[in-house]
């Protein structure tokens, strides 16, 4: 019984990975407004392509142009999405009527449950509010947190039992939890700044080359007046010190998170929290390389993609070392 559990979870892992980079590359691609209407595509459940489909199209959209190639994009991405809710709707139910056995957690399918349900909300929203800048930022967040939910779901199931532990653990689980709120805000402004289409705006490195001077004040402008918000609708200054604070504070996150590792894999009696901790440290080189290059080469979609994709691998290393932390306090 566990085994199949085990094995749906990690089906449901890799689904939600696959779902991550292909909202990652629909939003990269300009692809988010591939499609207009939520749950279909103009109104069908797949994209338009008979002619008699293309002339509902244009008469119930008038004004807007079609792109094929971007609503496929948008639908794929809606098709594995799908897929996803149906396979945590299915962890749920199984957790559900197998409760009464207590190697069974129940809350953690719960919470991923409603968290689904939430981020079907929200990707209703990203549509039917035109990108909506919060609403963007608040999807990317909550797909990463499902994502740390499935992680957390499959070491609660695989963990082995803790026998003694470290001494000191409750400092390290603290220290580990300073890290990762600091990872969860850069992350954060990473969504923003995808959100807003500040990447370009800030090409030089180490500083940007543009000549609009930092504005903190004017990066948190949340506009709320505009009907369209896709391609971004704040000031160069904005976009620019939004992507500068991103790199501010992605310094601040490797300084912090490589003191902190050194700390606890100088201090730990486990082997496993030192590998837990090497984990993270090798996850963020790879994170800032990836960032560097995406600078380098001007943004290119297959370094951006990877830099989001490694920005929630980078995260699931930490996750994994406060849940054995955790274990040992």
Known sequence: MYQNYKCL?????????????????????????????WPGCYGFLTVPKHEADLAHVAQT???????????WKEMVHRYFAGTLGLLILGLFVFAFFKRQYPAMPVKLPLALLILVVFQAALGMWTVTM??????VMGHLLGGFSLLSLVVLLYLRLTAKPIIGGDSGAKNYFK????ALGVLV?????????????????????????YGHPFSLGSVFQLPLEHSNYEFGVLSQQ?????????????????????L????????????????????????????????????????????????N????????????????LKART
């Open 309 to 324: 994709l490694m920005a929630a691998i980078l995260l699931l290393t930490m996750v994994r070392l406060c849940f054995y």
């Open 238 to 258: 904005a976009r620019m010190s939004i992507h500068l604070l991103h790199r501010i504070w992605a310094l601040v996150t490797s300084v912090v998170l490589a």
């Open 260 to 307: 902190i590792m050194w700390r606890i894999y100088s201090r730990a009696l486990s082997k496993k929290i030192k590998q837990c901790t090497v984990a993270v440290l090798i996850a963020l080189l790879c994170q800032i390389c990836l960032g560097l290059a995406v600078v380098h080469w001007h943004f290119p979609l297959a370094i951006a993609l990877a830099h």
């Open 185 to 209: 805000m850069q992350i954060a402004l990473g969504g923003w700044l995808a959100a807003n289409y500040a990447a370009p705006y800030c090409n030089g490195l180490p500083l940007c080359s």
């Open 61 to 71: 959209y008038p004004g807007m142009m079609f792109e094929k190639a971007k609503a």
């Open 175 to 178: 220290l580990s939890l300073v």
């Open 130 to 135: 035109n990108l909506q800048p919060l609403i």
């Open 9 to 37: 979870v990690i089906v449901t892992f890799f689904l939600s990975i696959v779902v991550i980079g292909l909202g990652a590359y629909t939003r990269l691609s300009d692809a988010g407004l591939g499609c207009p209407d």
